[in-house]
């Protein structure tokens, strides 16, 4: 959903945590993303519907102008992990199908496979939490997780994430079928009780 007019919001060009910084992602950085995916594919393949239709780094370049598009009309804010100290790509993340009007935000998230099961994804879904809360004012963050997604599940457990319920047939999953889908949320009340949100990192 487009911004409603008359009200700009600052959103800034980078975040950084302890170990990672999130930024959106630029034409030069194809070769990296699409070396992140190619190491992947396996344990992309049966949550992230997308990565059958990337065939090549130019096929990413296209994704990647499109984001930027995304991002210019602040429809979609898509950012790549990187890693802080080295700029290592190491997946993605984002806040997506934007509700402007209500404020309304979800979060997805993947990780290259040699980079999983170290905690980068939960201080990234940590600092987009905290930018979607604290700087563009968000009334409810989500995300909708597959029932299956034991992984996925735990981060958003880690984070204080509230199970609200199950969607049916909701998304539409590898090979294009409807399939169900765990909503996990933080309204504003929430995030504000959180033990990590005022804690560094
Ligand atoms: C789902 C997915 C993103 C989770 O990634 P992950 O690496 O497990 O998540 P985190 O980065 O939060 O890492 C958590 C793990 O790191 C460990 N860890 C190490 N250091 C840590 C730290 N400083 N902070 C937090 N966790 C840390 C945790 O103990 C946990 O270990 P466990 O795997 O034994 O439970 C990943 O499995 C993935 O990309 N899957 C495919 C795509 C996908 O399913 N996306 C989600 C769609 S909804």
Redesign the pocket.
Known sequence: MAMPPGEPIEIPDEVCGPRVLLRPLRPEDAPAVWDAVEE?RR??SP??PWVHDLRSADDERAVIDRMRASWTRREDLTVGIFDRTTGRYL?GSGLHRINWALRIFEI????RAT?????????AVQLLVRLAFDRLGANRVE????PQ?V??R??TE?LGFVLEGTLRRFRAGTGGRPQDRHVFALIREDYLRLAWRGAHG
């Open positions: 992947s344990h992309l949550w992230m997946g997805g998230y993947w990780i980079a999983e099961g170290r905690g980068y994804v939960t201080e995300i909708y997780v597959d997604n992984r996925s735990r981060v880690r």
